[in-house]
């Protein structure tokens, strides 16, 4: 809801000449008049609805966002009868919302934008899933035993995940040289802010020596979800991108009632855990954004190395030590800008994978064309 409304809609709605709507790009705005002026009710719409999936979040979160009860072992929030009904209550509106409002809109925009929108935005084309949503308690090391499964698609073909093979280069990042190609496990983080040739505080994290997209359209590709495949080459787009996302929520939506019936009022929600005086662990889990992966190596009951690869990470990274672009590089090459001072098509593109833009800064020198660089709002 948070993304495509208040995030990415005004690529495609005109909204009134004030604010939040204006200051925007000039392009291209297909949407019939009366689909346009339905989608800013909408998007009005959805500024309750999150705020009301932010209060739902908090009944067993403490607060939302940045909840405060995960804790090695557990969580410190207890279940009662009373939060159970009032969760529930919250999530069928969302649900409604999702499934009635969110989902119908997201088809509008792909609609009036399918002629070449489903086209631009293609990306590297390969795709990775730690997987997230236990549906068992037994040990799970190859992730299936989940609502979106772990896999990834590789050179057009679907096959396990295999975690020692992933690996960050630094050639292009504000890090020492001596620090790249390595796992993650096994990584450091040294900053040089003054490299010469670098442009980004992202790495340039590999699977098998390939970029790797990660996010909804990863999640749906490679656990071949029906609406999703059914589009083919079409999903590997910016509206492919959209249209993965809004059916991933109202799975995601429609699962969490089973979930919510499994809760016991009154049982424990956490298990007492001694921290060890030495070890390294993995933690792997897909975030909306895409996989998260984090390592921790334990000395003398003190953390000794901490490395985490972030979904931006994987998604927004620059050119690896090979001269690969990231996925979303990949994605901006070729694309039609019809006007360099309104570049919507760009940001439309970059929108589609909803970066975390606090999770890093690119700067670039641009020369050729242009005597002075230009600056986009992404």
Aim: overall charge neutral.
């Amino acid at each position: 809801i948070l993304h495509f409304y208040h995030l990415a809609a005004l690529d495609y709605v005109i909204g009134p000449e004030t604010a939040p709507f204006i200051p925007r790009y000039k392009g291209d705005y297909r949407l019939p008049k009366a689909i346009n002026d339905k989608a800013v009710e909408h998007y009005i719409q959805a500024l309750t609805m999150r705020r009301k999936a932010q209060e739902m979040l908090a009944i067993f979160g403490a607060k939302m966002p940045h909840v405060t009860v995960f804790t090695a072992g557990g969580v410190t929030e207890i279940v009662t009868a009373e939060k159970i009904d009032q969760f529930k209550t919250y999530l069928k509106e969302l649900t409604s919302f999702v499934d009635n409002v969110y989902v119908p809109d997201v088809l509008a925009v792909a609609n009036a934008y399918a002629d070449d929108w489903f086209k631009i935005g293609t990306g590297c084309k390969n795709m990775l899933v730690y997987g997230v949503f236990r549906l068992s308690d037994e040990d799970d090391p190859a992730g299936q035993k989940q609502l979106f499964k772990r896999g990834r698609y590789t050179k057009g073909q679907f096959a396990p995940v295999d975690i020692s093979k992933i690996t960050e280069d630094v050639k292009y990042s504000w890090f020492d040289d001596e620090n790249t190609g390595l796992y993650p496990g096994e990584g450091a983080t040294v900053p040089t802010p003054r490299k010469k040739g670098a442009y980004t505080w992202l790495k340039a994290p590999r699977y098998e020596g390939l970029p790797h997209e990660v996010g909804p359209l990863a999640r749906m590709w490679v656990n071949k979800q029906k609406d999703v495949a059914a589009l083919g080459e079409k999903a590997f787009s910016v509206l492919g991108r959209h249209f993965a996302r809004a059916i991933e929520t109202s799975l995601v939506a429609h699962a969490m009632f089973g979930w919510l019936d499994q809760l016991v009022p009154e049982e424990p929600t956490f298990a007492p855990f001694d921290i060890p005086k030495e070890g390294s662990g993995v933690g792997l889990n897909d975030a909306p954004r895409g996989a998260l992966g984090h390592w921790i190596t334990i000395k003398d009951h003190t953390i000794a190395n901490y490395q985490a690869v972030v979904p931006t990470t994987w998604n927004g990274g620059p050119r690896d030590d090979k001269g690969q672009r990231g996925p979303i590089e990949e994605a901006l090459v070729g694309a039609p800008v019809k006007d360099a001072d309104n570049p919507i098509e760009l940001v439309r593109i970059v929108r589609a994978f909803d970066p975390c833009i606090a999770c890093a800064v690119h700067v670039l020198e641009v020369k050729g064309v242009y005597k002075e660089p230009k600056s986009f709002i992404i």
